[in-house]
């Protein structure tokens, strides 16, 4: 049961668009629509921003989205905003009751 | 949103046994729609999924913790409660109770986190 694969880092200019993938296998992200996004700021509990790929919580503004192809998930952030700046973590259901988590990405808003 | 609270000691000595309870307001432990489930994240890294539990008390763990972790309810008191056996310093991280909606499968509501202290 190995980490989801995410970058370490990425970054944009307020306004601009970012985009961080989450790659994983056939057994987790390809085998199940089950993935999931949470954003969590420095010292907080992570906060759910996608579920079940693509769909979002009330409350969580639309410029966050989500996808998936193959045993690939991402998620775009577009317009960022200072806010945003944080770490990312993808999940994904893993079967038998198993979830596995990714590597977390740090987002820095330039 | 449910407020989920975390408590239980910060230091805990090596092999010794790691013990933290959640207490979940109201009377959502007895919700048919969640599970209950533990989450840790180590200094500096990223989160680890520890297990989880069913207001019936039925109980899932993660593989490689499966022969140290043991989960259970207490639905008479609105409270779940993490055992750890045999800690070691890589045990040391900030642990999370957090409710998982069974429906989108996804983490929907968490605790603020406690640190636990594995330290002699």
């Known amino acids: 049961q190995s980490a989801l694969t995410q970058p370490p880092s990425a970054s944009g200019s307020p306004g601009q668009s970012v985009t961080i993938s989450c790659t994983g296998t056939s057994s987790d992200v390809g085998g199940y629509n089950y993935v999931s996004w949470y954003q969590q700021h420095p010292g907080k509990a992570p906060k759910l921003m996608i579920y079940?790929?693509?769909k979002r919580p009330s409350g969580v503004p639309d410029r966050f989205s989500g996808s998936k192809s193959g045993n690939t998930a991402s998620l775009t952030v577009s317009g960022l905003q200072a806010e945003d700046e944080a770490d990312y973590y993808c999940d994904s259901y893993a079967g038998s009751n198993n979830y596995v988590f990714g590597t977390g990405t740090k987002v820095t808003v330039l | 949103q449910l407020q989920l609270q975390e408590s239980g000691p910060g230091l805990v000595k090596p092999s010794g046994t790691l013990s933290l309870t959640c207490s979940v307001p109201?009377?959502?432990?007895?919700?048919?729609?969640?599970?209950w489930d533990w989450i840790r994240q180590p200094p500096g890294k990223g989160l680890e999924w520890i297990g989880g539990i069913y207001y019936t008390g039925r109980t899932f763990y993660r593989p490689s913790l499966k022969s140290r972790v043991t989960i259970s309810v207490d639905t008479s008191r609105n409270q779940f409660s993490l055992k750890l056996t045999s800690v070691t310093a890589a045990d040391t991280a900030v642990y999370y109770c957090?409710?998982?909606?069974?429906?989108?499968?996804?983490?929907?509501?968490w605790g603020r986190g406690t640190l636990v202290t594995v330290s002699s």
């Open positions: 957090a409710s998982r909606d069974i429906v989108v499968v996804a983490f929907d509501n």
């Open positions: 079940e790929v693509s």
């Open positions: 109201g009377d959502s432990i007895n919700s048919s729609r969640h599970y």
